[in-house]
Nanobody, 124 residues
């Protein structure tokens, strides 16, 4: 069982920035594709961003392109989501997901491991 833990959420004004972090307990973090999803109240969980395990390719939903950046540091088993120019519609619980050797369907919710989420609130 791989444990996934998010951190870095909080309250920020519109236009501000936050950096989310996600660590896993997996022995070989570099073998795991990592993803970020978010879920606003009353809405379905939606894809935000992902980074592949093999070449570090990155993927974003259109609404965050140019504002969010995902990165990973395999040495410390951590993936980051730098969120800039945050908007009120970005208010949600942000979830980190992990799956070993995942190569497709990054934007689908069928990831194997999930964290408990971290709240991000963007005030207008």
């Amino acid at each position: 069982q791989v444990r996934v833990v998010e951190s870095g959420g909080g309250v920020v004004q519109a236009g501000g920035s936050l950096r989310l972090s996600c660590t896993t307990s997996g022995r070989t973090f570099s073998d795991y594709a990592m993803g970020w999803f978010r879920q606003a109240p009353g809405k379905e969980r939606e894809f935000v961003s992902a980074i592949s395990w093999s070449r570090g390719r990155t993927y974003y939903t259109d609404s965050v392109k140019g504002r969010f950046a995902i990165s990973r540091d395999n040495a410390v088993s951590t993936v980051y989501l730098q969120m800039n120019n945050l908007k009120p519609e970005g208010t949600a619980v942000y979830y980190c997901a992990a799956e070993k050797f995942k190569n497709s369907d990054y934007d689908k919710v069928g990831w194997y491991y999930w964290g408990q989420g971290t709240q991000v609130t963007v005030s207008s």
